[in-house]
T-cell receptor, first 112, second 115 residues
Framework: NAGVTQTPKFQVLKTGQSMTLQCAQD?????MSWYRQDPGMGLRLIHY???????DQGEVPNGYNVSRSTTEDFPLRLLSAAPSQTSVYFC???????????FGQGTRLTVV | AQTVTQSQPEMSVQEAETVTLSCTYD???????LFWYKQPPSRQMILVIR??????QNATENRFSVNFQKAAKSFSLKISDSQLGDTAMYFC????????????FGQGTRLTINP
């Protein structure tokens, strides 16, 4: 039972580069979300989705894009990476009625 | 908007001692959930305990228990008989009872259990 799988686990980018963080879940959860974790700030919501074809912004969406073409996958795109996007990124999923969220193992992203 | 505050950035206790982590929150909702998550050095987010706001009884999971004070909007975590494996970051989190399952996290408390 894989749960929520994030790839890659580590990534170093140069300023201005683009990349996609992958997230897949095998629990048929309707709700998926992306958070970023920064020291002293806890985890903050970037984007979320309540089902295929439906996405919405969270607390800190600027600089990130998402799409949800299938129930299983919810990729996070950085179009032009900036040093301020250096962070640890978590993907999570849950049933729409909740409440328990299941997290991936996180991606540590460094933008130089 | 909901906010969650953890006022203790770091705590340190000896093995086998009892430790309490504090969390306060602000919301106008009446139906919601509160959580404590543990994040060990592996970075994995592990659910420790969950409290439904409509339940008056405090949640308990083995050595972990909460003190839920709804009127005071306080949600503290007590770890009894602490173990070295309890060393981790602990996050308090809030979720509305209806609508999208968005979690609002506190800043975190880094707990160290010393041998």
């Amino acid at each position: 039972n894989a749960g929520v799988t994030q790839t890659p686990k580590f990534q170093v980018l140069k300023t201005g580069q683009s990349m996609t963080l992958q997230c897949a879940q095998d629990m048929n959860h309707e709700y998926m979300s992306w958070y970023r974790q920064d020291p002293g700030m806890g985890l903050r919501l970037i984007h979320y989705s309540v089902g295929a074809g439906i996405t919405d912004q969270g607390e800190v969406p600027n600089g990130y894009n998402v799409s949800r073409s299938t129930t299983e996958d919810f990729p996070l795109r950085l179009l032009s990476a900036a040093p301020s996007q250096t962070s640890v990124y978590f993907c999570a999923s849950s049933r729409l009625q909740g409440p328990e969220a299941f997290f991936g193992q996180g991606t540590r992203l460094t933008v130089v | 908007a909901q906010t969650v505050t953890q006022s203790q950035p770091e705590m340190s206790v000896q093995e086998a001692e009892t430790v309490t982590l504090s969390c306060t929150y602000d919301t106008s909702e009446n139906n919601y959930y509160l959580f404590w998550y543990k994040q060990p050095p592996s970075r994995q987010m592990i659910l420790v305990i969950r409290q439904e706001a409509y339940k008056q009884q405090n949640a308990t999971e083995n050595r972990f228990s909460v003190n839920f004070q709804k009127a005071a909007k306080s949600f503290s975590l007590k770890i009894s008989d602490s173990q070295l494996g309890d060393t981790a970051m602990y996050f308090c989190a809030f979720m509305r009872g209806q609508g999208a399952q968005k979690l609002v996290f506190g800043q975190g408390t880094r707990l160290t259990i010393n041998p």
